[in-house]
């Protein structure tokens, strides 16, 4: 019988492993970090201060704890720390923790525009390092202070951080609201051919506001792009529809239309630009459809005209908007978010990309954004 | 007539069973860091080099078919000293054929210990941090060793059963990241030149390492199983999900991000959101699955190793047993060697690069010795004089 | 084959040896083989010394045909397995009186012997022994009577439709609902008696076209092999002749239902009945068998095939999900939605054990529930469940001993183990449960799949009667698939199963209809 032996020995093998049960940390044994704020300490310039926002399990509604809800008081507890590096932070946060600080549940991390703009690779190292960190997490650049973000109390969810990281994600689910991942962020930061971006937020009182996304040139952040301009970057960049458009029409006072992009399909042409080989222009085309949401004016669809006459006009307004946008990105922050080179990386590898430096190269870059706006649907009223 | 002949009505393996044996020994720890090897030479372009490597492998797995077909019924161990023997004097055979055969299963031993080292790294580095390396690595040898008390008929078995499990895990993730992948990224199609492409597709050999296992365990196909078939099905396999993850990798993070990534395939699975699962973060669930895969490939190449000895020894299944359990503890102290990751990863590119000369050489040779001398099919009576 | 021959010889070497110890304690070889003699009294007083003095042994004296001219004779028998009545009735009365024109009685089996062991033998088997003086041979009379219980529903393998006849105690009746159910004249009956002391008939079925001859060679090779002195229940049998006593799996199965093992005869396995039990084993047997009711073939295809996946889901909740809640919860908290791992974090708060401990108090306390009210008499089982379920979990989920999410957990698994067909299957997943969650408490997710793989190398390995456990997916048989997870339409399955290897292959359009 060498074979129960053989099972006899195994089991024991596997038994005597048993002792050690290193990694075993139960959940109430860790502390879970849900949100992490990153600022410049005041007064001394070269340290960071770590704000973590912890939840309290016990004292959040049907939880299924006993003490569930009852109690009173906040249900998060907000701490900060400071160090030379965030890892240095948080260790020293953890001299003031009973338990183990577990970072895995993060879901958001701020950054306060300070830090931004000195750039964040240093600070996201620790991070990538760390297996814990996910990569599906939402990093924002917040205005002033981002310990602020955590402090702030919404109100209509227990947890701020999940208030905020709801806020995103609805957000990212109508395409208001840039999906900006930490991991998407590191990509954007490591490769050639683009820059990245984040969504930025303000805080005021008990309010958070989405206020559009921050530019950055490599890992530095350069410029706050505007709610509208966003939208037109979703647009152009991820077919994603914006929020929704509203705009005063012109001509008569007072007069507004709003209508919602249901449906946004770019296409990026890349052509040869003049004469001359071995020059380039990017041409987007977008068409837009859209419904009509509010008209403070009557409109008669009995003219056959009228609805091609508003999609001029929002055409108009859209193409706008986007050379704003253009713009801005080439002449103010000098800064490849829309992803422009990895298709120029991509398509023209041999004719252009070798021969040209593209962070040079963009800002002077010719681009031209086309729009094509079809109103689909006016609603429910006919008149 | 008495091994032979039992090994080809009782200890047998299907077609299928040796493709599945295969696919399930290719894929393993290699896997994890594919994306990023592929990519280092070739770039955009990388991959290319799961397909151009897959193209080596392929070969070599048809020659060692072939030159299984020559002598069938016999391992790499026994019909080496019959290539090389006479008629008259087999210890000839023996003594020359004895750098060859140490030299395979040296391979097959080293092998062994950088796979269970490598998967030891990466669990301990992504999912168990505060567990020693030596228990994963010990865990592994455990169950390695507990494949080796059991008949071969018992691994082709187990790789079958296995094989859905270590396919499944692998294709899911690679085709649900394609939902965040952005396919301007794996673009330009054609900016490596070739030599550059053959540099990285020998670079991927360690991925591909682990057909040369079937230098042993084609000599237990049953009589009508096909073995170039089972070779090309299994080796296509492999290729299929290499491509894939590398594939993926790429059009998900792009070169640049990729090369930064210790461990490119499980930054994909954490990127990669199952739809209407609740759990979140499948890493460690992928990690865990994954054991099996790693499984198969270290207790595979163990097994071929154990058994290349008992037979070049000439012993039995008590030898085997025996000799699998001694020859851990030398193995685990290997497997400890390398000081830091770096090395690891220095030492797995060299073991595929040997690999290469095992798997592609020594076929190479003996079939050309095989050929020269005329020898073939008409061995198949002889074979019960080579144990 | 030749695998499990060699394992089989050094098997039955074993048994021999032990065998030869106990060869003294023989009781039937120590009865000498005397011979009947013509004297009746000499008759009588060998028995009763062979016998000693059981206090139900009767010898009653008569005169056969008219009293003075008549032979005397004697009628030897247990008065506690014969049935009077037809002692009394026919054989006294039909002996006794004078010769005339009567009918004679129906008495079955009426033989006579020489012999004094086999005529000891008969004695013992409850027939009446009748000797005569100045004859040198006994006559046999079959009059034996036991009490027996009737034709009733199967208690361990219910179902909603199907047959409600279930085998009892007595191997006659099992095999006459087999032969019932079976009128093919391929079907064949082997007697063995098994058993030293208890002597217990057993009958090996098997259709002769069906079932490949090396197997039912060897299994009925096997239990001719056991040396015991009793077998009470098939189990025995099962645990003398299976091919792995060190495994968790059951590798014969065991059923009550006669319908069952007909449907398995007809796939080419071997049933054997034993005297004494409702439960006949079918040999050889594969894993997915165990996974598989009688139902799911009277039912329509579309709906057993969900019930199969049902089943199958059910079998991974039993094993798997206290070990998963283990790794999730004390190694791998990230894997848990953050929403939850808060509200989970708050129902762990108070409690005072690590997540493994407090699996296997649960665990373990639902166990004993079960066995409890398994031992309980019918009325009051259903009420230990409730007490156990409700109020032991609400009370101590309220104590703060165990998590809410433990509770549900448990529960889970518990209905999960229920929803297995076979009773002895779903204790080895029970027992297997509970390694798991050592290795989950150990090593997470890594130490499940690690169990899991020694589990699939041990699957992989057994073999019954020559045939792999885990068959039609390892080794595959894509035709045998059919009938797998998926319950295909009959007219799908056209053949028996091809892994038992069966000489008529073809189970349905045989002959030229088409």
Avoid at chain 2, 54 to 72: K, V
Avoid at chain 3, 335 to 355: K, N, Y
Wanted: with cysteine.
């Amino acid at each position: 019988m060498s074979k129960a032996r053989c099972w006899i020995a195994l089991l024991l093998a596997l038994s005597l492993l048993l002792g050690g049960c290193w990694d075993r940390r139960e959940l109430e044994e860790r502390t879970s970090v849900l949100g992490m704020g990153i600022d410049l300490a005041k007064g001394k310039p070269n340290l960071l201060k770590v704000t973590v926002q912890i939840p309290i399990p016990i004292k959040i509604a049907g939880s299924g704890g006993q003490t569930g809800g009852k109690g009173g008081g906040s249900p998060v507890r907000v701490m900060s720390s400071t160090g030379h590096t965030v890892l240095e932070a948080i260790s020293n946060l953890q001299k003031r923790l009973n338990q183990k600080i577990f970072i895995g549940h993060a879901r958001v991390v701020a950054v306060s525009e300070e830090v931004a703009r000195r750039g964040l690779r240093e600070i996201t190292d620790g991070f990538r390092r760390d297996p814990e960190m996910r990569r599906l997490l939402w990093p924002i650049v917040v205005k002033k202070d981002a310990a602020h973000l955590l402090k702030v109390k919404p109100k209509l969810e227990q947890i701020p951080i999940v208030y905020i990281m709801d806020m995103i994600e609805s957000g990212t689910k109508t395409g208001s609201i840039p999906d900006q991942t930490l991991g998407n962020f590191y990509i954007q930061d490591s490769s050639r051919t683009m820059q990245p971006y984040l969504n930025y937020m303000v805080t005021h009182n008990d309010e958070i506001i989405w206020k559009g996304v921050a530019v950055f040139r490599e890992d530095k952040m350069v410029g706050v792009l505007p709610e509208l301009q966003t939208w037109v970057l979703n647009q152009l960049r991820d077919n994603k529809t914006g929020g929704d458009i509203v705009i005063a029409v012109p001509g008569k006072k007072g007069a507004y239309i709003t209508v919602r992009p249901h449906f946004v399909r770019t296409k990026l042409k890349l052509e040869q630009a003049g004469n001359q080989t071995g020059s380039l222009q990017a041409r987007y085309v977008c068409r837009l459809q859209c419904d009509l949401l509010e008209a403070t004016f009557p409109l008669d669809f009995k003219d056959n005209g009228i609805i091609h006459k508003y999609e001029q006009i929002i055409r108009q307004e859209m193409e706008k908007r986007a050379a704003k946008l253009i713009n801005m990105l080439q002449k103010d922050f000098k800064s490849d978010i829309l992803k422009l080179g990895l298709a120029i990386h991509g398509h023209h590898y041999r004719d252009y990309w070798v021969s040209h430096n593209w962070v040079e190269e963009f800002p002077r870059f010719p681009i031209s954004v086309q729009y094509d706006v079809h109103i689909r649907r006016i609603g429910m009223k006919m008149k | 007539m008495s091994r032979n002949q039992s090994s080809s009505t009782d200890k047998t393996m299907s077609t299928w069973q040796l493709a599945s044996l295969i696919t399930s020994t290719l894929i393993g720890v290699g896997v994890l860091t594919l994306p990023r090897t592929s990519t280092e030479r070739l770039a955009e372009q990388g991959w290319m080099a799961p397909l151009a490597g897959g193209g080596i492998a392929l070969a070599a797995t048809l020659l060692i078919a072939w030159l299984s077909r020559r002598y069938p019924g016999l391992t790499f161990i026994q019909y080496s000293e019959v290539i090389w023997g006479s008629r008259k004097s087999r210890w000839l055979g023996k003594l020359i054929s004895l750098p060859w055969v140490l030299l395979y299963l040296a391979h097959l031993y080293i092998g062994t210990a950088i796979t269970s080292r490598l998967f030891g790294e990466v669990v301990v580095t992504a999912v168990l941090r505060e567990t020693p390396i030596e228990a994963i690595i010990i865990t592994m040898f455990c169950l390695a060793l507990f494949l080796c008390l059991h008949d071969v008929e018992v691994v082709s078995r187990v790789n079958e059963l296995l094989f859905l499990l270590i396919l499944f895990p692998v294709l899911i993730i690679g085709l649900l990241s394609f939902q965040k992948a952005d396919w301007n990224q794996i673009l330009p199609l054609f900016s490596a030149s070739f030599p550059d492409v053959f540099k990285g597709a020998v670079e991927t050999a360690f991925t591909y390492q682990g057909y040369e296992v079937m230098l042993i365990f084609f000599a237990f196909a049953q009589p009508v199983a096909r073995k170039s078939q089972a070779g090309f099905i299994g080796i296509a396999v492999a290729i299929g999900v290499y491509t894939l993850i590398t594939m993926s990798g790429i059009a998900v993070f792009g070169v640049d991000e990729m090369q930064k990534l210790t461990w490119p395939t499980l930054e994909i699975v954490k990127t990669t959101q199952m739809p209407g699962l609740v759990l979140e973060r499948l890493e460690s669930a992928f990690l865990g699955v994954w054991v099996a895969a790693v499984f198969t490939t270290i207790s595979n190449t163990y097994y071929a190793f154990n058994l290349g000895l008992r037979q070049f020894f000439g012993r039995g299944m008590v030898f085997q047993r025996i000799m699998s359990l001694l020859l851990m503890f030398p193995l685990f102290y290997l497997a400890l060697i390398p000081q830091n990751i770096v090395q690891i990863f220095r030492v797995s590119r060299m073991s595929g690069y040997i690999g290469l000369v095992v798997g592609l050489g020594l076929p190479l040779l003996y079939l050309a010795v095989s050929l020269m001398r005329r020898q073939g099919n008409r061995v198949k009576e002889k074979g019960k004089v080579a144990r | 084959m030749s695998r499990f021959w060699q394992a089989w010889k050094r098997r039955k070497q074993m048994l021999r040896d032990q065998a030869l110890h106990q060869r003294s304690k023989k009781s039937m070889d120590k009865i000498p083989d005397i011979p009947v003699s013509p004297e009746l009294e000499a008759n009588v007083t060998t028995i009763q010394r062979l016998l000693g003095s059981s206090d139900d042994l009767l010898a009653r004296h008569f005169v056969i045909g008219p009293q003075e001219t008549g032979k005397k004779a004697v009628l030897v028998y247990f008065d506690t397995l014969v049935d009077k009545k037809v002692i009394d009735e026919f054989i006294l009365e039909y002996l006794g009186s004078p010769l005339d024109d009567r009918e004679r009685p129906a008495i079955h089996t009426l033989e006579s012997v020489r012999g004094m062991q086999k005529l000891l033998e008969y004695l013992l088997a409850g027939m009446t022994i009748l000797l005569i003086e100045g004859k040198t041979e006994a006559i046999v009379c079959g009059t034996f009577h036991y009490a027996k219980r009737g034709i009733e529903e199967p208690q361990s393998e219910a179902l909603v439709r199907g047959s409600r006849e279930g085998f009892n105690e007595s191997l006659s009746d099992g095999v006459s609902l087999i032969r019932k159910r079976l009128k093919d004249p391929a079907l064949r009956v082997r007697l063995i008696q098994v058993g030293e002391r208890t002597r217990t008939p057993v009958n090996v079925l098997f259709i002769e076209d069906l079932a490949p001859e090396d197997v039912v060679r060897e299994i009925v090779n096997r239990i001719k092999g056991i040396q015991i002195d009793g077998i009470l229940e098939s189990g025995y049998i099962e645990q003398m002749i299976q091919d792995s006593t060190w495994s968790p799996f059951p590798q014969i199965q065991a059923t009550e239902r006669p319908d069952k093992v007909v449907a398995h005869l007809l796939e080419g396995k071997v049933a054997i009945l034993t005297e004494g039990t409702p439960f006949a084993l079918i040999a050889p047997a594969i894993f997915t068998q165990f996974y598989q009711s009688a139902e799911d073939y009277y039912e329509r295809f579309l709906i057993s095939s969900m019930i199969r996946l049902i089943r199958m889901m059910s079998l991974f909740v039993a094993l798997l999900l206290p070990s998963l809640y283990i790794a999730f919860s004390s190694f791998h908290p990230e894997m848990i939605p953050s929403r939850l791992v808060i509200a989970m974090a708050a129902g762990r708060s108070t409690v005072p054990f690590p997540s493994v401990i407090e699996a296997f108090l649960m665990e373990i306390t639902m166990e004993i529930l079960r066995e409890a009210s398994i031992r309980l008499p019918g009325p009051i089982g259903p009420t230990i469940g409730i007490v156990g379920a409700l109020v032991v979990g609400q009370a101590a989920v309220q104590a703060g001993l165990v998590s809410p999410i433990m509770v549900i957990i448990v529960a889970l698994t518990t209905i999960g183990s229920f929803a297995t067909p076979s009773y002895s299957a779903a204790i080895s997943i029970r027992m297997l449960r509970f390694p798991l969650m050592i290795l989950a408490g150990a090593f997470g997710l890594y130490g499940i799949m690690t169990f899991l793989i020694i589990i699939f190398i041990h699957l992989s390995a057994l073999k019954s009667f020559g045939i792999p456990y885990m068959t039609p997916i390892s080794p595959v048989y894509l035709k045998s698939m059919r009938d797998f997870i998926f319950r295909a339409p009959f007219f799908w399955m056209k053949e028996r199963p091809e892994m038992f290897n069966p000489p008529d292959p073809s189970r349905q359009n045989w002959g030229e209809d088409k």
